[in-house]
C-alpha cells in the first residue's frame, strides 16, 4: 500500500511540475507575421495571402507589449513567420533591435529571435543583419533536388526557387555567423523516392557543419485550395518512411544532435499559454495553421501593447495543460470545441455565478 501511494504521488510531483514547466510566467514567446504576403506559391500552402503588411500602430502595440512585459521576464522568444517574413524584412529588423535594447535594459532577460522561411531573400547580407539584432534560429523547407523542389515550392511569378535558396544557404555555412539552420524537408507518396540526391548533398554540404540540422516532414492536408490534388501518406506509412529516410541520412548515427526529428511526446506551442500569434493586422491567435478558422481570433493586439481577448476563445486552447492530455498538448486544435460548444460553455459559467 505505501509503494502504491508514493507511487501516485510521485506521479502527482511530476505533472504538477510539467504543469508549472508549461505555464511559466517568466517565460514569453510571441509568434509574429509582420506580412501575411509571401514571394512564393507552394503548391500545398494553406495560406490566402489576403493580409498585408503589418501597420505602423501594431507595430508600435508590439513594442508597447513588450515594454509591459519583460521587466518581469527570464525568457523571451520573438518567432517570426508569414507569409514570408523577409518580405517585410524591415520590420523584422525594427521589431528585433527594440527587443534587443529591452534584453541591455534587463540584465535578467535571456531574449532570443527565430524565424521559419523559405531563406529566398536570406542572403549573408540580410543573415548577418539578423544576427546582429538576435535572430538567429530559422526552420527553412526543401521539398527534394532541384528538379523536385521547384515544382512544388514556386516563386509568385512561376519562376524556380532551388537555385537561390541552395546558394544562400551555402554562403551561410561558409560564413562564422552564429546561426543554427534547421532543414525540413518535405515529401509526399509521390517525391520520397526522389530525395535520395538532395541527402546526397545535404550530407556532404551541411552535415559537416554542427549548426545545421534535419528533420522530415510528410506533406498533410491543411485546408489549402489543391489539397485534393496531393497525395499524402497515411500516420503509419509516413513515420515508416521518415525512418528509411532518416537511415539514409544518418546511418547508424540516428541519435546524432542534428536529427532534429519530432520528439515521442511533443507539446505545441498553440497548447501554452505563455505563446501568442501576433497577426499582421493586430488579431491575436493561438495557432499559425487555422488562419482562417474563427475559433484561433481570440483577441485584438491594442495600439498601447494590451490585449484585447474575446471572452471564452483563450480557454480551450490551454485545456491540455489541465488534463495533461499528449493528444490534446500535441495538437489543442484536434477536438477543439466549435463555436457553439464555447458560447455554451460561457453561458453555463455566467449562469454558474
Not at 523516392?193 to 550530407?203: R, S
Request: proline share 6%.
Amino acid at each position: 500500500m505505501t509503494g502504491t501511494v508514493l507511487k501516485q504521488a510521485s506521479s502527482i510531483d511530476s505533472d504538477n511540475f510539467k504543469r508549472a514547466r508549461l505555464i511559466s510566467d517568466k517565460a514569453f514567446e510571441l509568434i509574429i507575421l509582420p506580412t501575411e504576403q509571401c514571394n512564393l506559391r507552394c503548391i500545398y500552402c494553406y495560406e490566402d495571402f489576403s493580409i498585408g503588411r503589418m501597420k505602423p500602430e501594431i507595430i508600435s502595440g508590439i513594442k508597447a507589449l513588450l515594454e509591459k512585459r519583460c521587466p518581469n521576464l527570464s525568457y523571451l522568444n520573438l518567432s517570426w513567420f508569414g507569409g514570408e517574413p523577409l518580405v517585410a524584412k524591415d520590420i523584422v529588423l525594427n521589431i528585433s533591435e527594440y527587443a534587443m535594447s529591452l534584453a541591455d535594459k534587463y540584465s535578467h532577460l535571456n531574449y532570443s529571435g527565430s524565424m521559419t522561411t523559405n531563406a529566398y531573400l536570406l542572403d549573408l547580407n540580410t543573415a548577418s543583419a539578423l544576427a546582429n539584432v538576435g535572430v538567429k534560429h530559422y526552420q527553412i523547407s526543401l521539398d527534394g533536388p532541384r528538379e523536385i523542389h521547384d515544382k512544388s515550392r514556386i516563386r509568385a511569378d512561376g519562376k524556380s526557387t532551388f537555385d537561390k535558396i541552395w546558394n544562400n544557404l551555402l554562403a551561410i555555412r561558409d560564413s562564422l555567423l552564429p546561426v543554427n539552420i534547421l532543414l525540413r524537408i518535405h515529401f509526399t507518396p509521390d517525391t520520397v523516392n526522389y530525395l535520395d540526391p538532395l541527402l546526397e548533398d545535404i550530407k556532404r554540404e551541411f552535415l559537416p557543419d554542427s549548426r545545421f540540422s534535419v528533420f522530415f516532414k510528410g506533406i498533410e492536408h491543411l485546408g489549402g485550395p489543391n489539397d485534393a490534388s496531393i497525395k499524402v501518406f497515411s500516420e503509419a506509412d509516413k513515420n515508416a518512411a521518415i525512418k528509411i529516410l532518416e537511415a539514409k541520412l544518418f546511418g547508424n548515427n540516428l541519435k546524432s544532435p542534428q536529427n532534429a526529428a519530432v520528439p515521442d511526446n511533443p507539446v505545441c506551442y498553440a497548447a501554452r499559454p505563455n505563446s501568442l500569434v501576433i497577426r499582421a493586422n493586430g488579431k491575436v491567435g493561438k495557432c499559425t495553421v487555422a488562419l482562417t478558422d474563427e475559433r484561433n481570433h481570440i483577441g485584438t493586439l491594442q495600439p498601447d501593447g494590451k490585449l484585447k481577448l474575446i471572452p471564452g476563445r483563450f480557454a480551450p486552447w490551454i485545456r491540455g495543460i489541465e488534463t495533461l492530455d499528449p493528444d490534446t498538448l500535441a495538437c489543442p486544435l484536434v477536438s477543439l470545441p466549435t463555436s457553439d460548444e464555447i458560447a455554451i460553455n460561457l453561458q453555463r459559467k455566467a449562469l454558474a455565478v
